[in-house]
């Protein structure tokens, strides 16, 4: 069974830094085809995804949240890291990590769909 | 930037068929996958590869996907079914990027 769960600090001041794991269990970030995601979601608002890192160590990011952002496998082996700086307000919102699996329709189609969710962790940036 | 486009509201009477809709361009080129997300819980999985369904998901639950619009299917809606629905791609010809709709709210009436 595959779980994931998010941690770290539910308050935070504008321009600090926000560092939030995620600690998985049910696989590993090293078998093929596997990664995991962040996504989060403010206030009665959509989702919207962060960035994600494949079992290659590949990693993407969204475009708009670049620069702000990094994610890194964990020193634990079971989790992975995203920081995020220079937070403000607007960065208010539910942080969500899930897993990511990929499909193969045929051998040439392939894609990743994020299968397994954790609960989230709320996240308040004020001063 | 791609954008899914998706409508804010839908109503249903339990028993009836809920169609919610997901616009994009050429979408039908691209895998769809559904999420419901009831208040104040995580998303959860639905429909995957435009038309599959995870273990546990009811039949009830379908997908869809043809040029320019997804569509998720729910029949036979119960009032358990109330809940915001999110439509997501994952774009492999734009630096794989994943990109969600807004969000379709459907109400059981």
């Known amino acids: 069974q595959i779980t994931l769960k998010e941690s770290g600090p539910t308050l935070v001041k504008p321009t600090q830094t926000l560092t939030l794991t995620c600690t998985f269990s049910g696989f590993s970030l090293t078998t093929s085809g596997v990664g995991v995601g962040w996504i989060r979601q403010p206030p009665g608002k959509a989702l919207q995804w962060l960035a994600l890192?494949?079992?290659?160590?590949?990693?993407r990011y969204s475009p708009s949240m670049r620069t702000r952002l990094t994610i890194t496998k964990g020193t634990s082996k079971n989790q992975v890291v995203l920081r995020m700086t220079d937070m403000d307000p607007v960065d208010t919102a539910t942080y969500y990590c899930?897993?990511?699996?990929?499909?193969?329709?045929?051998?040439?189609?392939?894609?990743?769909?994020?299968?397994?969710w954790g609960t989230g962790t709320t996240v308040t940036v004020s001063s | 930037s791609y954008v899914l486009t998706q409508p804010p509201s839908v109503s249903v009477a339990p028993g009836q068929t809920a169609r919610i809709t997901c616009g994009g361009n050429n979408i039908g080129s691209k895998s769809v996958h559904w999420f419901q997300q009831k208040p104040g819980q995580a998303p959860v999985l639905v429909v995957y590869?435009?038309?599959d369904r995870p273990s546990g998901i009811p039949e009830r639950f379908s997908g869809s996907n043809s040029v320019n619009t997804a569509t998720l299917t729910i029949s036979r809606v119960e009032v358990g079914d109330e809940a915001d629905y999110f439509c997501q791609v994952w774009d492999s010809s734009s630096d794989h990027l994943w990109v969600f709709g807004g969000g379709t709210k459907v109400t059981v009436l």
């Open positions: 899930t897993h990511i699996r990929k499909a193969a329709t045929t051998p040439l189609y392939y894609y990743y769909y994020m299968d397994v």
């Open positions: 590869g435009d038309s």
């Open positions: 890192i494949y079992w290659n160590e590949d990693k």
